[in-house]
């Protein structure tokens, strides 16, 4: 097991950034694809952005794309989530997952690990 705790979240105006980051502790962090997930009030989680171990082969969600970097530093057992021209869509819980081996897959189901989640809120 790995412990994630999510942070960087709050509220910001349309057009804004923020950067959420996720920090583990517990097991090997570097054995570990990191995901990013949200929820928004009412409506399923659903994937954002996923890393395998390496860091490598970055995966985003088509509505993310172009505005959002996912990044790990595994020095620091810490995924980071760049957030740029946030839109009142993406208004949510941001949950941070970690899968042991994995390789930065889209579904939720495969992430054994999650972290508490960090709301963020974007202002129109």
């Known amino acids: 097991q790995v412990q994630l705790v999510e942070s960087g979240g709050g509220l910001v105006q349309t057009g804004g950034s923020l950067r959420l980051s996720c920090a583990a502790s517990g097991r090997t962090f570097s054995n570990y694809a990191m995901a990013w997930f949200r929820q928004a009030p009412g409506k399923e989680r659903v994937f954002v952005a996923a890393l395998k171990p390496s860091g490598g082969n970055p995966r985003y969600a088509d509505f993310v794309k172009d505005r959002f970097t996912i990044s790990r530093d595994n020095a620091k057992n810490t995924v980071y989530l760049q957030m740029n021209n946030l839109k009142p869509e993406d208004t949510a819980v941001y949950y941070c997952?970690?899968?042991?081996?994995?390789?930065?897959?889209?579904?939720?189901?495969?992430?054994?690990?999650w972290g508490q989640g960090t709301q963020v809120t974007v202002s129109s």
């Open positions: 997952a970690a899968h042991l081996y994995g390789l930065g897959y889209s579904e939720a189901r495969v992430y054994e690990n």
